[in-house]
């Protein structure tokens, strides 16, 4: 991926590796951090837009009082910055 990555194609991206490791943890509790990132990255990929907004949510999702977006927000923005300069984003297995 690279600067002309789309938080779209982002977010689907990422939906993939929290279901990867959604099944590695079996899914063990249905409040689970990361079953939380699943249910809380596809309310944010709904309302992205364009790579300007997703930074401005992104930040906004970090600063903010909702715990589970904040979880969030903390894991995408450094994955989102790789993502745009090319970077591996997360682990492949």
């Not at 309310?43 to 992205?48: D, K, N, P, V, W």
């Not at 837009?49 to 970090?62: H, I, K, M, T, Y």
Request: with cysteine; proline share 4%; charged share 30%.
């Amino acid at each position: 991926m690279s600067e002309s990555v789309t938080p779209e194609d982002f977010c689907h991206e990422m939906m993939r590796e929290y279901e990867r490791q959604w099944v590695v943890a079996r899914g063990h509790q249905e409040r689970h951090p990361i079953r939380v990132k699943i249910e809380r990255l596809s309310e944010l990929g709904r309302t992205a837009g364009d790579a300007a907004n997703f930074e401005r949510l992104l930040s906004s999702g970090q600063r903010g009082t909702d715990a589970e977006m904040c979880l969030l927000c903390e894991d995408l923005v450094p994955r989102w910055a790789a993502a745009r300069t090319g970077a591996p984003f997360f682990e492949s297995r």
